[in-house]
């Protein structure tokens, strides 16, 4: 695949976990209260991870790029598409919601469908992004701009860090590890890792395996 950027690693992501629900939800046996109870924490997890890049992009990325010379018009564009995104997240959490409540095969099937459909509208923003802007990352990585965009980015808190990579590094490819480690010096990546990214290692990677 090749060099990509940090956004890049973080879509695979997404796309890793959208596959894994549907899967899931596909398996889904009626009255398994365990499995409504496991799904509903990497669900929970997988919510705040999305609306957060969203918000990171809307808030801190676009700022950058335009610097560097995206234009308004195709941020807007992006801009209208995380709004068709958030729409299709939020049917998304109301049904996940039902299956945690109620375990039934009906709450499954609701929320696959809806499912799916967060997952058509949010491959075709990601199929949409990557071509325009993954080429000016990989360009203007080093630049100023970028540069100062990454230290805004790691702005977070140790846990909520340590949670980030943890989910962005499961079941990533070595092209996509390398990309989030191209971020993060490999000490502090292994620290924040083994130390924050408890709960998502015992709370969320089971499920998937």
């Given at each position: 695949?090749?060099?990509?950027?940090?956004?890049?690693?973080?879509?695979?992501?997404?796309?890793?976990?959208?596959?894994?629900?549907?899967?899931?939800?596909?398996?889904?046996?009626?009255g398994?209260?365990?499995?409504?109870?496991?799904?509903?924490?990497?669900?929970?997890?997988?919510?705040?991870?999305?609306?957060?890049?969203?918000?990171?992009?809307?808030?801190?990325?676009?700022?950058?790029?335009?610097?560097?010379?995206?234009?308004?018009?195709?941020?807007?564009?992006l801009?209208?598409?995380?709004?068709?995104?958030?729409?299709?997240?939020?049917?998304?959490?109301?049904?996940?919601?039902?299956?945690?409540?109620?375990?039934?095969a009906?709450?499954?099937?609701?929320?696959?469908?809806?499912?799916?459909?967060?997952?058509?509208?949010?491959?075709?923003?990601?199929?949409?992004?990557?071509?325009?802007?993954?080429?000016?990352?990989?360009?203007?990585?080093?630049?100023?701009e970028?540069?100062?965009?990454?230290?805004?980015?790691?702005?977070?808190?140790?846990?909520?860090?340590?949670?980030?990579?943890a989910?962005?590094?499961?079941?990533?490819?070595?092209?996509?590890?390398?990309?989030?480690?191209?971020?993060?010096?490999?000490?502090?990546?292994?620290?924040?890792?083994?130390?924050?990214?408890?709960?998502?290692?015992?709370?969320?990677?089971?499920?998937?395996?």
């Amino acid at each position: 695949m090749g060099e990509m950027s940090m956004n890049k690693a973080i879509h695979a992501a997404v796309r890793r976990d959208l596959g894994r629900f549907i899967d899931a939800l596909r398996k889904f046996k009626d009255g398994d209260r365990e499995r409504a109870d496991q799904l509903a924490a990497a669900w929970e997890n997988f919510d705040e991870q999305l609306t957060r890049h969203h918000q990171g992009e809307h808030e801190t990325a676009w700022p950058a790029l335009e610097q560097v010379g995206v234009s308004r018009d195709l941020l807007a564009q992006l801009d209208a598409e995380h709004d068709t995104m958030a729409k299709a997240l939020a049917a998304a959490r109301t049904t996940m919601g039902g299956v945690h409540t109620f375990a039934s095969a009906a709450d499954a099937e609701a929320a696959l469908g809806a499912m799916q459909e967060l997952q058509r509208v949010t491959v075709e923003h990601f199929e949409h992004e990557e071509a325009e802007i993954e080429p000016v990352y990989l360009a203007k990585k080093d630049s100023p701009e970028m540069k100062a965009m990454g230290r805004e980015f790691a702005k977070v808190g140790p846990v909520q860090g340590g949670t980030f990579f943890a989910w962005a590094l499961d079941g990533a490819t070595s092209d996509e590890s390398a990309a989030i480690a191209d971020t993060v010096p490999k000490p502090v990546l292994v620290v924040i890792t083994g130390l924050f990214g408890r709960t998502y290692r015992k709370a969320v990677a089971p499920v998937w395996k």
